[in-house]
């Protein structure tokens, strides 16, 4: 009955270790703030820090439009959380682990979003992009023909031309809006 007891407390004890390390990870990792629209959440991580230099010199950046309203799902609260959840997942291993490539590349449906985005925010123009398609764009909403996407030309909007973690240098700086 004694070893029962004790093996009962030795459980106890390893939960309470477990919780305590789990909540001390969190916090050193600041998980809490990637349930905001911040963008500094995106620089948790170093890796991120040449994205968020050139979003925030862009007129994205300068008009306070979010890392979360571009790459994320606005359609809904769960798909917004449910490709929050996955996309963090996805970078956790990767960051940790180190398995990704210095030129970050968005993934398929990261692309497919922020293009669902592009045209949803920029709708008045981008409708009069689709009545003019034969002059001009060869646009068909939802997406370009040819596979193409918004910033196949407009290359620059948001992150500028540069596309690796190497490509800014000191862009570790925050730069604090006032």
């Given at each position: 009955m004694?070893?029962?007891?004790?093996?009962?407390?030795i459980?106890?004890?390893?939960?309470?270790i477990a919780?305590?390390f789990?909540?001390?990870?969190?916090?050193?990792?600041k998980?809490?703030?990637y349930?905001?629209?911040?963008?500094?959440?995106?620089?948790?991580?170093?890796?991120?820090?040449?994205?968020?230099?050139?979003?925030?010199?862009?007129?994205?950046?300068?008009?306070n439009?979010?890392?979360?309203?571009?790459?994320?799902?606005?359609?809904?609260?769960?798909n917004?959380?449910?490709?929050?959840?996955?996309?963090?997942?996805?970078?956790?291993?990767?960051?940790?682990?180190?398995?990704?490539?210095?030129?970050?590349?968005?993934?398929?449906?990261?692309?497919?979003?922020?293009?669902?985005?592009?045209?949803?925010?920029?709708?008045?123009?981008?409708?009069?992009?689709?009545?003019n398609?034969?002059?001009?764009?060869?646009?068909?909403?939802?997406?370009?023909?040819?596979?193409?996407?918004?910033?196949d030309?407009?290359?620059?909007?948001?992150?500028?031309?540069?596309?690796?973690t190497?490509?800014?240098?000191?862009?570790?700086?925050?730069?604090?809006?006032?």
């Open positions: 004694k070893e029962k007891s004790t093996l009962k407390m459980a106890i004890i390893a939960f309470i919780a305590i789990f909540v001390y990870m969190a916090y050193i990792a998980a809490w703030s349930l905001s629209k911040d963008p500094k959440a995106c620089i948790n991580c170093h890796v991120m820090n040449t994205q968020y230099a050139t979003w925030q010199h862009s007129a994205h950046g300068v008009a439009v979010t890392c979360v309203e571009c790459h994320l799902p606005t359609d809904s609260f769960i917004k959380y449910k490709a929050k959840a996955i996309d963090g997942w996805n970078h956790t291993l990767a960051f940790t682990f180190d398995t990704y490539d210095p030129a970050i590349k968005i993934s398929d449906d990261g692309a497919r979003r922020v293009q669902d985005n592009c045209i949803s925010c920029h709708s008045s123009l981008t409708s009069e992009i689709g009545k398609a034969d002059k001009y764009h060869n646009f068909s909403q939802p997406y370009v023909e040819n596979g193409r996407k918004c910033w030309c407009h290359k620059s909007t948001p992150h500028g031309k540069v596309r690796g190497t490509t800014t240098p000191h862009n570790l700086g925050v730069k604090e809006v006032k």
